[in-house]
Structure formats: structure tokens, C-alpha cells
């Protein structure tokens, strides 16, 4: 099946540095990446979508130039936090997805726990 | 726009009792309905998915949903539970808009009890 992976699976930081969190499709072609925080016990929420090549597009409320999210390639999307504030702990996932196939279904990474002290 | 609402925060049940989660949700375009589930500290899996053809659809593992379009509903059921079914359960939808960005719901917590 189709494998999405992301590194780091947790990180801790302080705050004022900046963080990249790593999202990778081991075995299928992702020409739409996704990028989601959840809060503890709460839903996922929409960051951003990003197509191989082109600049991401955020969803309203998220800042762009806090989140730099990067897809460079086919198979590797970044998100960048930036200059991290404790408020910016969070639990981010991604999802990957290969337009070319009728499924539309999005494969979930395993998810990366910020941590910014 | 697409919205998903998932009506019980929260679901306890004892163990091979039966549970139905609810969904329900908004599209003026087609959709796909997802359910995916998630153990304490993990990414989500897919549960269960309906893209098109039979509105019943299954899992491997025992659950079903079933796709009311009159009702915009996308109800999951299990008709006895585990306690390893434990965990936090999104209904999600996705459509022909937005570049297919999919939606979650705030998820429903089942507590499956001894």
C-alpha cells in the first residue's frame, strides 16, 4: 500500500529557533502534499495544500511566512516552522495524494509532535 | 463549501455491545466520505472509504457505514465492539472543490468498557 512518512516523529525546540519537519511518499508519486496541526483532543485542521512545483496555498488564519512549506519534489514536502513560540506545540501531520488516480484518497503520515520551550 | 459534523463527542460502550457513530455533512458537489481512525499518539488510518457505487461499505476489521444521500449521513457501525477498538474515530469528507482538500470532523472518542 501506499506509505507516507515523516520525520522527525517528535522534536523539541527553543523558542525563537525554527524547526523543518519532513514528509516523504516511499512507494507512489505525490503530486499534492497536505500539511495539518491537531490540537490535544481536538480535530485535524487545514493548513495548507501544496502541488509539486508550486507555491503552497494556506488556508485562512495560517501565516505563510511562519510556515514555510516547501514541495520540491514529487515525493518530499517541508514545513518549516519559524521563528517557534510555545504556542506553535502541536501534533503536525501530513498526507499525500497522486491526482492521476480516481481514488482521491490522501495517505497519512504518521504525524510529528512539536514541542517549543 | 464542505463541512462535516460529527453529533457525539464522545461514545462509551461495554465491549460486544453494538455502536453507531454519527456523521452527517454539507457539499453542493459530489463527495467522498471517509472514516479514519486514530490510536493515542498516532497518525490516522483509514477505516473505510465510499467513492462511488454500493452505499454500504466495509471494513476488514467488523465496522460498516453506510452513504444516505437524503440524509447527507455517513453513519459508522460495528455490531459488537472490542476493547481494542478504543480510539478516536474523524469522519471526513472530500469533494470536487478546493482541489480535493479533505475535511474532518471533530471526531468522536469511543470508549469501549470491560
Known amino acids: 500500500g501506499a506509505v507516507v512518512s515523516q520525520h522527525p516523529s517528535w522534536v523539541i525546540c527553543k523558542s525563537g529557533t525554527s524547526v523543518k519537519i519532513e514528509c516523504r511518499s516511499l512507494d507512489f508519486q505525490a503530486t499534492t502534499m497536505f500539511w495539518y496541526r491537531q490540537f490535544p483532543k481536538q480535530s485535524l485542521m487545514l493548513m495548507a495544500t501544496s502541488n509539486e512545483g508550486s507555491k503552497a496555498t494556506y488556508e485562512q488564519g495560517v501565516e505563510k511566512d511562519k510556515f514555510l512549506i516547501n514541495h520540491a519534489s514529487l515525493t518530499l514536502s517541508t514545513l518549516t516552522v519559524t521563528s517557534a513560540h510555545p504556542e506553535d506545540s502541536s501534533f503536525y501531520i501530513c498526507?499525500?495524494?497522486?491526482?492521476?488516480?480516481?481514488?482521491?484518497?490522501?495517505?497519512f503520515g504518521p504525524g510529528t509532535r512539536l514541542t517549543v520551550t | 463549501a464542505q463541512s462535516v459534523t460529527q453529533l457525539d463527542s464522545q461514545v462509551p460502550v461495554f465491549e460486544e455491545a453494538p455502536v453507531e457513530l454519527r456523521c452527517n455533512y454539507s457539499?453542493?458537489?459530489?463527495?467522498?466520505l471517509f472514516w479514519y481512525v486514530q490510536y493515542p499518539n498516532q497518525g490516522l488510518q483509514l477505516l473505510l472509504k465510499?467513492?462511488?457505487?454500493?452505499?454500504l461499505v466495509e471494513s476488514i476489521n467488523g465496522f460498516e457505514a453506510e452513504f444516505n444521500k437524503s440524509q447527507t449521513s455517513f453513519h459508522l457501525r460495528k455490531p459488537s465492539v472490542h476493547i481494542s477498538d478504543t480510539a478516536e474515530y474523524f469522519c471526513?469528507?472530500?469533494?470536487?472543490?478546493?482541489?480535493?482538500?479533505?475535511?474532518f470532523g471533530a471526531g468522536t472518542r469511543l470508549f469501549v468498557k470491560a
Open positions: 471526513a469528507v472530500s469533494g470536487n472543490t478546493g482541489g480535493f482538500k479533505t475535511i
Open positions: 498526507s499525500a495524494r497522486d491526482n492521476r488516480k480516481a481514488s482521491y484518497e490522501q495517505y
Open positions: 457539499s453542493s458537489v459530489s463527495v467522498y
Open positions: 465510499y467513492l462511488s457505487g454500493s452505499t
